[in-house]
């Protein structure tokens, strides 16, 4: 089942823009995760936010955490044409004891150059 | 160092066949897992290893889904008299033992059942 559900399913813009993507979840977690993934194949990890934690910035990437209202941003700022890829949040559900993810359905990014 | 690698990259069979797929982790990476990923259903927990302890199954969508992982590394998925709804792309991860460690992918097997 999945437990996110990501806003908006695709977002087009122009290079140098800004990308903001939106994840929402049902239960109580460990942590959350976003990935992306080019031409549908392997997944590679962009960021990890900690259940205890507000904001986390990595590059050009900042990622939210509201625990209250179980949802989660990622901003992309200045985007490129290569950040063109689907973003995916994934959740570690709280009581599991491993790094189990559920993944939300993604959000397909289209950066026009 | 070489990261999570997945064959084959591609395998076409027909309905009823067996099929193994294969997953040669991160070395070192004590946590494997294997996801599915396809259109309806987006992307699935299937099986989760962890050192030697019992492997969670609670993903697997049926009995005709096993899998193994042998000497705590490679680990084979098998799935018997596959069903065309098993089409979808599997991949595999490993990692760190614990909670916030990162996943790290492999390019996955793109499986499609005629």
């Known amino acids: 089942s999945q437990q996110g559900e990501e806003d908006p399913q695709a977002l087009s813009i122009q290079e140098g823009e800004n990308a903001t993507m939106n994840c929402s979840y049902k239960t109580s977690i460990n942590n959350l995760q976003w990935y992306r993934q080019n031409s549908g194949r392997g997944l590679v990890h962009l960021i990890l936010i900690r259940s205890n934690e507000r904001e986390k910035h990595s590059g050009r990437l900042r990622v939210t955490l509201d625990t209250s209202k179980k949802s989660s941003s990622l901003l992309i700022t200045a985007s490129r044409a290569a950040d063109t890829a689907s973003y995916f949040c994934?959740?570690?559900?709280?009581?599991?004891?491993?790094?189990?993810?559920?993944f939300g359905q993604g959000t397909i990014l289209t950066v026009h150059p | 160092g070489a990261g999570v690698s997945q064959s084959p990259s591609n395998k076409v069979t027909e309905k009823g066949k067996d099929v193994e797929l294969r997953c040669d982790p991160i070395?070192?990476?004590?946590?494997l897992y294997w996801y599915r990923q396809s259109l309806g259903q987006g992307l699935e927990f299937l099986i989760y290893f962890q050192g030697n302890s019992a492997p969670d199954k609670s993903g697997l969508p049926s009995d005709r889904f096993s899998a193994e992982r042998t000497g705590g590394s490679v680990s084979t998925l098998t799935i018997q008299r596959t069903q065309q709804e098993d089409s979808a792309v599997y991949l595999c991860a490993s990692s760190l033992m614990g909670l916030d460690y990162e996943q790290f992918f492999g390019p996955g097997t793109r499986l499609t059942v005629l």
């Open positions: 994934a959740t570690s559900p709280r009581g599991t004891s491993y790094g189990k993810l559920t």
């Open positions: 070395s070192g990476h004590t946590a």
